[in-house]
């Protein structure tokens, strides 16, 4: 087994909690299905937001996942960069498992499909 990063990214609508909380949640449980992850093997989860999203913490909505009690979870601001993409929130999984890096699919939804147009065919 090693140490694997996951990327993803998605984007919301509004700036509600019940949106922010949704779509982190969405993009979690994409990324554990798409790579076969058991929250057992995550050693952290790191999000990230842009500055127009402040009604939640990801984090918050992610701990009422199954399995997600024990996660260490962290939420970050994002650099107010000029020109990027708002509303976005972005995840970074730290794993243990038995995929190459070349094997681990990162997920990019919704709007955010945009960032990483060289994976987008993934969904």
């Known amino acids: 087994m090693a140490m694997r ?6 984007t919301v609508e509004e700036n509600t909690k019940t949106a922010i909380w949704q779509a ?3 993009l979690l449980k994409e990324i554990l299905n798409r790579n076969a992850v ?11 937001m842009t500055d127009d999203l402040n ?3 990801p984090t918050a909505g992610v701990r009422t ?3 997600f009690d024990l996660v260490p979870l962290f939420d970050a601001r994002q650099c107010a960069i000029e020109g990027s993409m708002p509303r976005c929130i972005r995840v970074l999984l730290l794993v243990e498992t038995e995929k190459s890096q070349r094997e681990v699919q990162h997920v990019y ?6 960032l990483r147009p060289d994976i987008t ?3």
Not at 5 to 10: K, L, N, S
Not at 109 to 114: C, I, M, P, Q, V
């Open 24 to 26: 982190a949640k969405e």
């Open 109 to 114: 939804l919704h709007r955010a499909a945009k």
């Open 121 to 123: 065919h993934q969904k």
């Open 65 to 67: 996942l199954d399995g």
């Open 5 to 10: 990063g996951i990327r993803g990214a998605t």
């Open 38 to 48: 058991d929250t057992a093997d995550i050693g952290a989860v790191i999000f990230s």
């Open 55 to 57: 009604a939640a913490f």
